[in-house]
């Protein structure tokens, strides 16, 4: 038979089993398939469970079921259960509802995964996996052997061939308004597609065929050009080549809104190619946060089709990666999650729900700091710990059964005889950003540097949102308990690190959650201060067990205060310049998505020059210089210099646009658009221009950018006026210095 090498490239459900697309060692694209038979269990007593599946079979259903042991998540225990598996695998959703409407009283596990996620996980394989694949002339595999690792940090890809689609014109969301013509990337050049119709789609078809990439990048292809191309299609009756395997279909996710943290947020469509990949830049967290190379980092983490975690969260990621090691400890994996939050009185509250600790600064100027950062915390602790949603206040070790420990300050236990599911997933995170960040310092070709980067900020995001999930309600292997001991265990470690800082004759200037900004009187020189806090961080290290590290010395740093209360400091909003010559600022313009990029850039240039400043002495002489960019910036505005392009205000909606009680500057707009017939969904972002925000005729205060043209104005008070707010903060440090 016939064995070949390769990476993994594409998995989806099609026909009697799955579809696997291989990129081979001889770069070859190779189609085969796999008879997949997926797996889930039943909890309950014979005389019930024998008669469903026999009922099944009896209807043409295919299964094969046998008794089994597995454990619950909870209680530890080993539960008798049946193991239930489908043939083919896309009959499981039709199988899964007969059950759950016949029985609904009956336990299911192991249901609700989708087929190509089932895959991975099932057969342990992942995205771009490097294989050996035995397979039968007809293209059925028949044997698999994985040669690489999720653990290896050392990995290669295969060649991947892309091509990139975008709408001529204005880089903004080409559902608002005008649109240009098709550009076409392709080989480093831009083609301009000047045609319409048929016409479009088979000149688009022909160099999809000619080419035939693995990968169709676009900007904004979910929720505008690929639907917009498919009408085209559809009404010219010519198919559209997407997929590499063109029978099929686009499997296509409807876009929603959600409310989360304070927040609304709208996700776009999605559509998902089969054989190749489409990644939108505008509809990917990870590739905006991580890139490329962070994108497929998690994707062989968390077994997650490239197509669908480009499109996901980091919680879903780190979801994936629990779902895993459940899997491999032979864990049932509960269809509808019915752990309840324990009851707590008022008083109980007040101590459990603190959250992380915050320790204010002074408002001022303060030289010769150094910022301590604790590596990884929150995910530190639930490893170090083992906190985990069934080990905090876990039945084994409830008081009076056995010694389990002690969270600090809120007393919950913590079971001392198994490993939680959580910290036994974040393991394999901890290491590996830890020998990114060693890898990257020990490089020296700036590009390696690039991808260690990514990588590890890939990783930083996904420990970022495991803390975030374990006490999310509706996450699987959440719970609130697990997230509060979590809190307590960072604020105790926090105060033995001011503890220690203080007995060692340092100053704390502030502390946010898992940082400090420690302070010697008297040492400002780079040799001497690098020393001694490089030996204090030693300690702390040693006496809290976490690994801390210092991210830097800062020559000079700037704590700043809230507007409304000026001698009540913002936590974090700060900025300073280290002995390296690196920057840091946060809380400010330049930071801010919804400030417009001329400010963000005045704001910028004048922190560049006042960062040449070595002193308090020199930032004071260099204001003066500072104040020569602000006017600068101040006249050009005035004199209606700016281009449109320079003045975009990015707003998020919070509500559909008639539901907008006041006429705020986004609801004019948003109304706007809803009358030319725009669609719009609350938590989708808008850009504005502000054209005379005191106009009595609401509609001439604020314009969409996308739709304003050259006969227009901008209303340059109100640009001043944010180009002068961006200055307050700089100048600041005059007003009184609290150092």
Known sequence: MPVVKGWLF????????MVIWLITVENQRLRLEDNFAPTFYIEGPSTRVMPLLSSLISKGMTLSFRLTEKQELFSGEWWPVWEVKVYPATKLPRVLKQITEKESDLQVFNVDLPLSWRYFHEKKVFPLAFCQVEYHPREQILNWEVLDSPRDTDYQFPPLTSIELKMEGKDVNPNHGKRGALEVRLEGKEHLLEVEGKELISYLNVLLRRYDPDIIFTHWGDSFLLPHLMEIAGRGQIPLALNRENNLRL???????????????????????RGRWHLDWENSFILAQAGWEGLLELARLTRIPVQQLARTSTGTGITSMQLATALEEGILIPWRKKQPEDFKSARDLILVDKGGLVYRPVPGFYEGVAEIDFSSMFPTLMAQF???????????????NSSGHRVPEIGYWVCRRRRGLVPKTLELLLEKRSCYKQLMSKSSDPEQKKIYQARQVALKWMLVTCFGYLGYKNARFGRIEAHEAVTAYSREKLLQAKEIVEARGFRMLHALVDSLWVQKEGVSEQGVSEQEYQELVRILSQETGLPLALEGIYRWIVFLPSRSFSRLAVPNRYFGVFFNGEIKVRGLEVRRSDVPPIVKKAQQEMLEYLFAANNFQEYRERISGARQILEQYLEYLKEGRADFAELVITRTLSHQPQDYQKNSLLAIVSRELSGRGIKLHPGESLALIITDSRAREKSDRAQAYVNIDGDRAYDQEKYCELLLRAWEPLYF???GNSS
Not at 10 to 17: I, K, L
Not at 259 to 265: A, D, H, K, R
């Open 10 to 17: 594409d998995v989806y459900s099609s026909g009697d089993g």
């Open 251 to 273: 499997f296509h996710r409807r876009e929603h809104s959600y409310f989360s943290y304070g927040q609304v947020i709208y996700r776009a469509g999605a559509w998902m190619l």
């Open 386 to 400: 083992n906190l985990s949603p069934e080990t905090v206040k876990c039945r084994c070790c409830a008081p009076g």
């Open 733 to 735: 440090p005059l007003k």
